[in-house]
């Protein structure tokens, strides 16, 4: 009997790694797909003009200098926005809070959020941002729908972060006569720190690539310059593709533009998690010092 238990078990264990090999390669060729795609219609549209160029004649002609610097822009202000207010909202539910029904729901409760489709947290952002509050179709109308889309992102990634520091840490720091708060400052976030990054990062990268809450609250198709103030309009690289790919009306002529600007988009996206798996590497490497 034992060693029939012992079979079955064996049999399942290589069914799974069969299946979970089979879903990787399937999943990773997608990928690979896609990006040999996008590089091979994209590539002869990058130049150094194209990235450093204004739109000209319709988006027909030029570059996408004010979408990049537009995307940089309301992705900085996100980062402003939602990582110091989800850090110290992971603060208080993991150190402070009691673990309560009023917790459980908090916590369930931004679960779901992350989940919530982002059209609505666009129009969440025109009517409470751009109408109620005043801000109007802005760039700080736009920074602060992503930071509220990402804000579940960062609460989640910072807590699991928190809650992988051993509790010996927080017992050794309240026993040698520090106060609580010393104790999380000095022990605890220097542990918790690389995955507090890599969560912000890749809640970053996932807001610097949506489409519908700036469409709504902020970005414009066409702008002869950069915003100067919060208070302006921007250009994005999601929605300047969108137009591209779907409501130009010389689809045609600019489709090649449209396969540049998403190689562009994907490239900025990499390298933010790339970041975020440099900003994990080091802090790593700090600790095991």
């Known amino acids: 009997m034992v060693n029939l ?3 079955s078990k064996k049999r399942k264990s290589i069914v799974w790694i069969v299946l979970s090999t089979f879903f990787m390669i399937a999943t990773l060729s997608v990928l690979v797909y896609f990006l040999i795609f996008l590089i091979r219609n994209g590539i002869n549209a990058i130049s150094w003009d194209f990235i450093t160029d204004i739109p000209r004649k319709n988006m027909t002609e030029g ?22 207010l989800g850090i110290s909202a992971a603060i208080y539910l993991n150190e402070y809070a009691s673990q309560s ?6 916590r369930l409760s931004i679960r779901n959020l992350s989940g919530v489709p982002s059209i609505v947290y666009g129009l969440f952002g025109l009517g409470i941002f751009a109408a109620t509050l005043g801000l109007g179709t802005s760039l700080l109308s736009s920074a602060l729908t992503l930071a509220i889309m990402s804000l579940p ?7 699991e972060a928190l809650k992988a520091v051993p509790n010996s840490f927080r017992e050794a720091g309240l026993a040698l006569g520090t106060t609580k708060w010393q104790t999380i400052r000095f022990l605890v976030l ?28 902020g970005a414009a198709f066409f702008l002869p310059h950069l915003p100067r103030s919060v208070n302006d309009r921007f250009m994005a690289l999601p929605y300047h593709l969108y137009i591209l790919a779907t409501q130009h009306n010389r689809l045609d002529l600019v489709r090649p533009l449209a396969y540049g600007t998403a190689l ?6 990499l ?19």
């Open 264 to 269: 562009v988009l994907i490239a900025m996206v």
């Open 101 to 106: 029904l009023i917790v459980r729901l908090i």
């Open 5 to 7: 238990k012992e079979k």
């Open 271 to 289: 390298l933010l998690n790339m970041i975020a798996i440099v900003l994990r590497y080091r802090a790593r490497k700090k600790q095991e010092w």
């Open 153 to 159: 992102w960062v609460i989640t990634a910072s807590e």
């Open 190 to 217: 220097p542990y918790a720190l690389p995955g507090m990054a890599t969560g912000s990062v890749l809640a970053l990268a996932r807001a610097a690539g949506e489409t519908a809450p700036i469409i709504l609250t």
């Open 63 to 84: 570059g996408i200098f004010p979408a990049i610097v537009g995307t940089f822009y309301v992705a900085s202000l996100t980062v402003l926005i939602s990582v110091p």
